[in-house]
């Protein structure tokens, strides 16, 4: 069965360094997502994308923060300069985006957990 | 604004008892409603979802849910718990065309033999 995939599954960084989270959703599908969750906390929302650009956007997903879909397989979060509060768990989702819209489902990764030092 | 408020953040069951979670939610459109289970290392896989139509909904491993608009609840319940089981739970909903998806604090479910 197809699935999304996460790397890398844990990242120790630096706070100022950059950090690129990478992910592969599942092939044919057409939105993509990124979201957080701060140890004890909900599952945030950061981002969705859809043809190229973002489609929405959360408020903790500022200027620090970009995505990208490089080669047509891969799907990147990128933090340029890493705060300790970045330290989360990243999930990336996907799903086909051939019906409606919200009513599909979405398919999630592992997840990455970053830990900023 | 749309939000998920989910009661209990931790929940011990004996195997073989009647699995219950809450999940309420807030919206000022109809919402379209999920549980997702969280197994540990691993991501969020979809338990079951609440669209339109049947209130009742049945999902993976034996989960079911119903939509109540007027309690402006979507619990969740499996009549017989299994060690199984055990694992986080989020109850989730969304209400725009790009489907982002607001979740609930979770509930940690242990099953106890």
């Known amino acids: 069965e197809p699935e999304v995939t996460q790397t890398p599954s844990h990242q120790v960084t630096q706070m100022g360094q950059e950090v690129i989270l990478r992910c592969v959703p599942i092939?044919?599908?057409?939105?993509f997502y990124w979201y957080r969750q701060i140890l004890g906390q909900k599952v945030e929302f950061l981002v969705s994308?859809?043809?190229?650009?973002?489609?929405?956007k959360s408020e903790i997903f500022d200027d620090q923060f970009s995505v990208e879909r490089p080669d047509g397989s891969n799907f990147t979060l990128k933090i340029r300069s890493t705060k300790l509060e970045d330290s989360a768990m990243y999930f990336c989702?996907?799903?086909?985006?051939?019906?409606?819209?919200?009513?599909?489902?979405?398919?999630f990764g592992p997840g990455t957990r970053l830990l900023v030092l | 604004a749309q939000s998920v408020t989910q009661l209990g953040s931790h929940v011990s069951v004996s195997e073989g008892a009647l699995v219950l979670l809450r999940c309420n939610y807030s919206?000022?459109?109809?919402?379209?409603l999920f549980w997702y289970v969280q197994y540990p290392n691993q991501g969020l896989q979809l338990l079951l979802k609440?669209?339109?139509?049947?209130?009742l909904v049945k999902g993976i491993n034996g989960f079911e849910a119903e939509f109540k608009k007027s309690e402006t609840s979507f619990h969740l319940t499996k009549p017989s718990a299994h060690m199984s089981d055990a694992a986080e739970y989020f109850c989730?909903?969304?209400?725009?065309?790009?489907?982002?998806?607001?979740f609930g604090a979770g509930t940690q479910v242990v099953v106890t033999p």
């Open positions: 989702a996907s799903r086909p985006g051939t019906s409606g819209g919200r009513d599909e489902t979405q398919y």
């Open positions: 919206s000022s459109v109809p919402p379209y």
């Open positions: 989730a909903v969304t209400t725009d065309s790009w489907g982002k998806l607001q």
């Open positions: 609440y669209t339109t139509g049947a209130t």
């Open positions: 092939s044919n599908h057409l939105y």
């Open positions: 994308f859809y043809n190229n650009e973002i489609s929405e």
